[in-house]
């Protein structure tokens, strides 16, 4: 019974060190590169591979990429709307904000927000 319990322990320890490792962080600066790609083509390299449609590259973050999923769900409009909001930002040099889960030791995170600032 008691190396059941161990396990268990062990496994909830895990999971939620897992959870934690990831982390919302803020990121502004300039867009250097605004993508726009096929679903499912995603970006970066397996070891860094995010599952996204939209990335963003930005002059203060260098090595780093940010993006998210441009796909017909619930999420749509909102998405849409960030893209738009990225593409005013690229196209006027605005500097812009994305808030973006990362997982620890990786370079390229999932965007959740944006907003511009001029």
């Given at each position: 019974?008691?190396?059941?319990?161990?396990?268990?322990?062990?496994?909830?320890?895990?999971?939620?060190?897992?959870?934690?490792?990831?982390?919302?962080?803020?990121?502004?600066?300039?867009?250097?590169?605004?993508?726009?790609?096929?679903?499912?083509?995603?970006?970066?390299?397996p070891a860094d591979f995010i599952d996204v449609e939209v990335?963003?590259?930005?002059?203060?973050?260098?090595?780093?990429?940010?993006?998210?999923?441009?796909?017909?769900?619930?999420?749509?409009?909102?998405?849409?709307?960030?893209?738009?909001?990225?593409?005013d930002a690229f196209n006027n040099n605005w500097t812009v904000?994305?808030?973006?889960?990362?997982?620890?030791?990786?370079?390229?995170?999932?965007?959740?927000?944006?907003?511009?600032?001029?």
């Open positions: 019974m008691k190396p059941l319990i161990k396990a268990l322990v062990l496994s909830v320890f895990l999971t939620l060190f897992t959870v934690s490792a990831q982390a919302q962080v803020a990121a502004s600066g300039r867009i250097t590169l605004l993508r726009v790609h096929d679903v499912g083509t995603g970006y970066g390299p990335i963003v590259l930005l002059d203060t973050q260098p090595g780093k990429a940010f993006g998210f999923q441009l796909r017909n769900d619930g999420n749509r409009v909102a998405r849409q709307g960030q893209l738009d909001l990225l593409r904000t994305v808030d973006h889960i990362t997982p620890a030791g990786r370079q390229n995170g999932v965007i959740i927000r944006t907003q511009i600032t001029k």
